[in-house]
Protein backbone atom coordinates (compact mmCIF):
# COMPACT_ATOMS: atom_id res chain seq x y z
CA UNK A 1 0.00 0.00 0.00
CA UNK A 2 2.63 2.88 0.77
CA UNK A 3 5.71 3.30 -2.34
CA UNK A 4 9.03 4.66 -1.50
CA UNK A 5 11.39 7.25 -3.69
CA UNK A 6 14.60 8.42 -2.64
CA UNK A 7 14.76 12.08 -3.01
CA UNK A 8 17.77 12.00 -5.16
CA UNK A 9 17.67 10.37 -8.65
CA UNK A 10 14.50 10.17 -10.91
CA UNK A 11 10.98 9.97 -9.39
CA UNK A 12 10.19 6.07 -9.98
CA UNK A 13 8.31 4.38 -7.16
CA UNK A 14 9.69 1.23 -5.26
CA UNK A 15 7.88 -0.81 -3.40
CA UNK A 16 8.71 -3.81 -0.90
CA UNK A 17 8.64 -7.07 -1.85
CA UNK A 18 7.21 -9.78 0.21
CA UNK A 19 7.68 -9.56 3.96
CA UNK A 20 10.33 -12.12 5.67
CA UNK A 21 9.36 -11.95 8.95
CA UNK A 22 6.53 -11.36 11.14
CA UNK A 23 5.97 -10.85 14.98
CA UNK A 24 2.40 -10.28 17.21
CA UNK A 25 2.17 -8.07 19.61
CA UNK A 26 -0.74 -8.14 20.78
CA UNK A 27 -3.74 -10.60 20.24
CA UNK A 28 -6.55 -9.23 22.52
CA UNK A 29 -10.30 -8.96 21.93
CA UNK A 30 -10.42 -5.44 20.96
CA UNK A 31 -6.62 -5.18 19.24
CA UNK A 32 -4.65 -7.05 16.98
CA UNK A 33 -0.88 -5.66 16.52
CA UNK A 34 1.43 -7.02 14.77
CA UNK A 35 4.48 -5.99 12.58
CA UNK A 36 5.74 -6.96 9.43
CA UNK A 37 9.45 -6.93 8.02
CA UNK A 38 10.78 -7.10 4.37
CA UNK A 39 13.72 -7.91 2.68
CA UNK A 40 15.71 -4.35 2.03
CA UNK A 41 15.26 -2.70 -1.45
CA UNK A 42 16.59 -0.55 -3.64
CA UNK A 43 15.42 3.00 -4.49
CA UNK A 44 16.92 5.36 -6.55
CA UNK A 45 20.60 4.07 -5.52
CA UNK A 46 19.40 4.19 -1.62
CA UNK A 47 19.11 0.86 0.11
CA UNK A 48 15.36 0.95 2.20
CA UNK A 49 14.79 -1.30 5.22
CA UNK A 50 11.12 -1.62 6.43
CA UNK A 51 9.04 -2.54 9.36
CA UNK A 52 5.51 -2.06 8.71
CA UNK A 53 3.15 -2.02 11.92
CA UNK A 54 -0.30 -2.92 11.31
CA UNK A 55 -3.12 -2.53 14.23
CA UNK A 56 -6.65 -3.50 13.83
CA UNK A 57 -9.11 -2.23 16.18
CA UNK A 58 -12.60 -4.02 16.64
CA UNK A 59 -15.34 -2.43 15.49
CA UNK A 60 -13.28 0.13 12.74
CA UNK A 61 -13.47 0.40 9.15
CA UNK A 62 -9.66 1.77 9.57
CA UNK A 63 -6.94 -0.01 10.32
CA UNK A 64 -3.39 2.08 11.61
CA UNK A 65 -0.40 1.50 9.46
CA UNK A 66 2.81 2.98 10.93
CA UNK A 67 6.24 2.08 8.82
CA UNK A 68 10.17 2.20 10.00
CA UNK A 69 12.43 3.13 7.39
CA UNK A 70 15.93 2.94 7.58
CA UNK A 71 17.89 3.92 4.40
CA UNK A 72 21.77 3.38 3.81
CA UNK A 73 23.52 6.05 3.24
CA UNK A 74 21.87 7.21 6.26
CA UNK A 75 19.56 10.14 6.43
CA UNK A 76 18.16 10.62 2.91
CA UNK A 77 15.15 11.87 1.97
CA UNK A 78 12.08 9.61 0.88
CA UNK A 79 9.38 10.49 -0.58
CA UNK A 80 6.42 7.80 0.36
CA UNK A 81 3.07 7.51 -1.14
CA UNK A 82 -0.11 5.49 -0.12
CA UNK A 83 -2.15 4.58 -2.64
CA UNK A 84 -5.44 2.31 -3.47
CA UNK A 85 -5.78 0.22 -6.18
CA UNK A 86 -7.58 2.12 -9.81
CA UNK A 87 -10.46 0.18 -10.72
CA UNK A 88 -13.15 0.65 -13.22
CA UNK A 89 -16.57 2.93 -12.59
CA UNK A 90 -14.77 3.51 -9.19
CA UNK A 91 -15.92 7.00 -7.82
CA UNK A 92 -13.12 8.97 -6.33
CA UNK A 93 -13.28 11.91 -3.64
CA UNK A 94 -10.18 13.36 -1.98
CA UNK A 95 -10.22 16.07 1.12
CA UNK A 96 -6.83 17.93 1.17
CA UNK A 97 -8.11 19.70 4.60
CA UNK A 98 -8.60 16.59 6.18
CA UNK A 99 -5.82 14.73 4.63
CA UNK A 100 -7.73 11.69 3.00
CA UNK A 101 -8.68 9.78 -0.26
CA UNK A 102 -12.02 7.41 -0.54
CA UNK A 103 -13.56 5.48 -3.23
CA UNK A 104 -16.61 3.68 -3.97
CA UNK A 105 -16.40 0.72 -6.21
CA UNK A 106 -17.99 -2.14 -8.06
CA UNK A 107 -16.76 -5.75 -6.63
CA UNK A 108 -16.34 -8.44 -9.19
CA UNK A 109 -18.78 -10.96 -10.08
CA UNK A 110 -21.62 -8.74 -8.99
CA UNK A 111 -20.99 -8.68 -5.31
CA UNK A 112 -22.19 -5.07 -4.46
CA UNK A 113 -19.88 -2.15 -3.93
CA UNK A 114 -17.41 -1.43 -1.98
CA UNK A 115 -15.42 1.71 -0.10
CA UNK A 116 -11.80 1.68 -0.05
CA UNK A 117 -9.83 5.13 1.79
CA UNK A 118 -6.63 5.96 2.83
CA UNK A 119 -6.22 8.73 5.24
CA UNK A 120 -2.55 10.57 5.88
CA UNK A 121 -1.66 14.03 8.11
CA UNK A 122 -3.01 16.43 5.98
CA UNK A 123 0.28 18.51 7.60
CA UNK A 124 2.41 15.96 5.91
CA UNK A 125 0.63 15.47 2.62
CA UNK A 126 1.96 17.00 -0.91
CA UNK A 127 -0.68 15.96 -2.99
CA UNK A 128 -2.94 13.41 -4.06
CA UNK A 129 -1.76 12.13 -7.73
CA UNK A 130 -2.11 8.96 -9.89
CA UNK A 131 0.23 6.08 -11.46
CA UNK A 132 -0.80 3.61 -14.65
CA UNK A 133 -2.61 1.36 -11.74
CA UNK A 134 -3.09 3.00 -8.40
CA UNK A 135 -4.43 6.55 -6.77
CA UNK A 136 -2.03 8.29 -4.69
CA UNK A 137 -1.88 10.21 -1.46
CA UNK A 138 2.14 11.36 -1.84
CA UNK A 139 3.46 12.98 1.35
CA UNK A 140 6.36 15.54 1.46
CA UNK A 141 9.61 14.43 1.34
CA UNK A 142 11.39 13.97 4.43
CA UNK A 143 14.37 12.54 6.21
CA UNK A 144 11.72 11.43 9.16
CA UNK A 145 11.83 7.29 9.25
CA UNK A 146 8.73 6.71 10.78
CA UNK A 147 5.20 7.23 8.18
CA UNK A 148 1.95 7.16 9.83
CA UNK A 149 -1.22 6.28 7.77
CA UNK A 150 -4.69 4.87 7.80
CA UNK A 151 -6.54 2.71 5.32
CA UNK A 152 -9.73 0.34 5.20
CA UNK A 153 -12.68 -0.62 3.39
CA UNK A 154 -16.38 -1.00 3.81
CA UNK A 155 -18.80 -3.43 2.13
CA UNK A 156 -22.43 -2.35 1.74
CA UNK A 157 -23.64 -6.14 1.77
CA UNK A 158 -22.45 -5.73 5.74
CA UNK A 159 -25.40 -3.70 5.91
CA UNK A 160 -23.22 -0.80 7.92
CA UNK A 161 -22.17 1.24 5.07
CA UNK A 162 -24.16 1.58 2.34
CA UNK A 163 -23.71 4.15 -0.54
CA UNK A 164 -20.80 6.21 -1.19
CA UNK A 165 -22.43 9.06 0.79
CA UNK A 166 -22.40 7.11 3.78
CA UNK A 167 -18.60 6.10 3.03
CA UNK A 168 -17.88 9.72 3.00
CA UNK A 169 -19.08 10.82 6.02
CA UNK A 170 -17.37 7.22 7.62
CA UNK A 171 -13.83 8.65 6.22
CA UNK A 172 -14.42 12.37 6.72
CA UNK A 173 -15.72 12.25 10.46
CA UNK A 174 -12.67 9.79 11.31
CA UNK A 175 -10.28 12.03 9.92
CA UNK A 176 -11.55 14.81 11.80
CA UNK A 177 -11.35 12.89 14.90
CA UNK A 178 -7.51 12.31 14.54
CA UNK A 179 -7.26 15.93 13.99
CA UNK A 180 -8.86 16.25 17.08
CA UNK A 181 -7.62 13.27 19.59
CA UNK A 182 -8.78 12.74 22.99
CA UNK A 183 -7.22 14.85 25.67
CA UNK A 184 -7.17 12.99 29.50
CA UNK A 185 -6.09 15.36 32.42
CA UNK A 186 -6.19 13.85 36.13
CA UNK A 187 -6.25 16.44 38.90
CA UNK A 188 -5.87 15.90 42.31
Avoid at 102 to 112: D, L, S
Amino acid sequence: MAAVAADSGPTTSHAPTNFVDSRVLANGPIRVLFELVYEPFDANGVKVSHVLRISLDAGSQLDHFQTFYTTQPANQQLAVAVGLKKVKDEQKEFNSEHGWLAIWEPMEKNQGMQGLAAIVDPTALQEQAEDNRNNLLVLKASTAKKVSYWAGFAWDRAGSITSAAAWKKYVDEFAQGLLSPIEVSVSH
